[in-house]
């Protein structure tokens, strides 16, 4: 956490907040927007990794593919695949052994955003293999109303400069109020700016996507959930602690690089009972990885998913934790670590549930979770959350979409309450030794839609 505020480093804020003010691609695209025929223009295969798509403009062929309800891909020829979106940023494909994704168009003029959900920027596509690059850009067959998004919010206003300021009588409203988890002041978040605390909740999001409800408990998945244990925690499953130490993400938000890597760290410590226990370097995400924006935002899939996959992760020593944007200082020599089998938990977006969620956790191991982050959770300090709907008026954040790695799940005792527990990056000193409870079962702040699974390749 960076801690001293010169008023140079507010001087040089003031002067970026015109071109820092979005988080993740400003993009608002929806699944109906995304879903039916595209018409991709595809450049020259037969490139490695280093193919540089951001100016392309040199189509070679061209391919249809219809994307249906719920998942599935159909090209011209009949071939079928699937494909999903990702959260409301673009969309992947996977079809005829070939990979494709691309984060959705967008214009920005100002505080002036405009979505255009019927074509892509340039995307990236390879054959499973992650062999046989080229680039494509994809346009819709029906043509879109582009989708005017205005941002005047508090977050957009100067204010966002000035300090975090705690308020106290927030934190005794919180505490009178209900009596599920105990709220209380984190003096660090004093020294921190508000834009800070912004990007350490997930970053500013631009856009809040309309995240679906959790899909319907098959028949099936409700009888493997009932062979479950009640109880149920990585850190300690028959006296071992399977999961990496907590760390801080600082005023970078760069939470998507932590709930990502620390999904992939715990996931090799239960392959390997504990054997390789690599820390990753979410420097090299904030710095390298063109699936994500810096410390201005990403999504797990995207990371401990797709980059892990096509570019592979670096240990800690690689690439140091900084929290700041800069040019890929990765060293070159560094051995890559991959990961496959990346997917939404049920198998597209939209398609996750508790139950779901309990089984992967329970046989493949973490696994990294979005929720909707309101003013009361900053001062989460233990118990099990439940939104209160209570405002701070000091601070008044706008929702913004978190990334964090689910580790275990259970039942309190005292009054059959069911909880999550999820490994944060704000710190140890921070909740529950780093920890959180939150409740289980109800989607509480939609923390049951959108879990990412992915598997280490050893
Ligand atoms: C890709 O090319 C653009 C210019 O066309 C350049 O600005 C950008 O830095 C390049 N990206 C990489 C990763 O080399
Ligand atoms: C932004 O949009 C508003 C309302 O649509 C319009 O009045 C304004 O001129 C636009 N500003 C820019 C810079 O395009
Ligand atoms: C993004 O799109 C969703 C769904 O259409 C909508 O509910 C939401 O308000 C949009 N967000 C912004 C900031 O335009
Ligand atoms: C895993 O490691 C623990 C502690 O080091 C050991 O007691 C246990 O036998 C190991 N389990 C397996 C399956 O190797």
Known sequence: MRMPVSLFIIAAFLASLAIHVFADTPANCTYEDIRGKWIFMIGNKGHDQT????????????LEITLYFPDLAIDQFGNTGFWTIIYNQGFEIVITGRKYFAFSKYKQDGNNITSVCDQTLPGWSHDIFDRNWAC?????????????????????????????????????????????????????????????????????????????????????????????????????????????????????????????????EARIRVMTNNTLTPVFSPQDIVECSEYSQGCDGGFPYLISGKYAEDFGLVEEECNPYKGI???????????????????????????????????????????????????????????????????????????????????????????????????????????????????????????????????PVL
């Open 51 to 62: 193919l540089n798509c951001s100016s392309f403009a040199s189509p070679v062929m061209k």
């Open 136 to 264: 494509f850009i994809g346009q819709k067959t029906e043509e879109l109303r582009p989708k005017q998004t205005v941002f005047s919010h508090k977050e957009l206003r100067v204010e966002s400069g000035r300090l975090y300021r705690q308020n106290d009588e927030f934190i005794h409203q919180i505490n009178q109020q209900q009596k599920s988890w105990q709220a209380t002041r984190y003096p660090q978040f004093e020294k921190m700016r508000i834009e800070d605390m912004i990007k350490m909740k997930g970053g500013r999001k631009s856009t809040i996507a309309s995240i679906p409800k959790p899909a319907p408990v098959t028949p099936e998945v409700a009888i493997k959930a009932k062979r479950l244990p009640d109880n149920f925690d990585w850190r300690n499953y028959n006296d071992i602690n399977y999961v990496s130490p907590v760390r801080n993400q600082g005023n970078c938000g760069s939470c998507y690089a932590f709930a990502s890597l620390a999904m992939n």
């Open 325 to 455: 944007d800069g040019k890929c200082s990765t060293k070159p020599s560094c051995q890559r670590h991959y990961s496959t089998k990346y997917q939404y938990v049920g198998g597209f977006y939209g398609a996750c549930n508790e139950e779901l969620m309990r089984i992967n956790l329970v046989e493949n191991g973490p696994m990294a979770v979005s929720f909707e982050v309101y003013d009361d959770f900053f001062h989460y300090k233990g118990g099990i959350y439940i939104h209160t709907g209570l405002r701070d008026k000091f601070n008044p954040f706008e929702i913004t979409n978190h990334a964090v790695l689910l580790v275990g799940y259970g039942v309190e005792p005292s009054t059959g309450q069911k909880y999550w527990v999820v490994k944060n990056s704000w710190g140890e000193t921070w909740g529950e030794m780093g920890f959180f409870r939150i409740r289980r079962g109800t989607d509480e702040c939609s923390i049951e839609s959108i879990a990412v699974q992915s598997e």
